[in-house]
């Protein structure tokens, strides 16, 4: 028998939980600068109780071929990536309208 989602009690291959938590997360995404002089893409907002900040930091770090860091529940990148960070988090099912650049 397959498990059962504690959260909404459907069974976890139709758990709709994460797809929900994504449409309602306000992401802010805004370059900072550290250390060095160097750029980071800082990626805040994202409620890392509902949504696997790890695999999500992985996936980001992959597709942008660089270097990051999840500190204090955001996610650091290094370089500047703003917009490209943006249609990745939409083609990982994040809301446009719910994710802010500045």
């Known amino acids: 028998m397959s498990e059962i989602c504690p959260v909404c009690g459907l069974v976890k291959e139709l758990c709709v939980c994460e797809t929900i938590a994504k449409e309602s997360q306000k992401?802010?995404?805004?370059?900072?600068?550290?250390?060095?002089?160097?750029?980071y893409t800082i990626v805040?907002?994202?409620?890392?109780?509902?949504?696997?900040?790890k695999d999500l930091a992985k996936k980001l770090k992959s597709e942008l071929a660089?270097?990051?860091?999840?500190k204090d529940g955001k996610i650091e990148l290094q370089g500047e990536h703003k917009q490209k960070v943006k249609v990745i988090l939409v083609k990982h099912g994040f809301m446009p309208s719910s994710i802010e650049i500045r």
């Open 27 to 39: 992401i802010s995404i805004f370059v900072e600068r550290k250390k060095f002089n160097k750029n």
């Open 66 to 70: 660089c270097g990051g860091t999840i």
């Open 44 to 53: 805040q907002g994202i409620d890392e109780r509902e949504i696997g900040l």
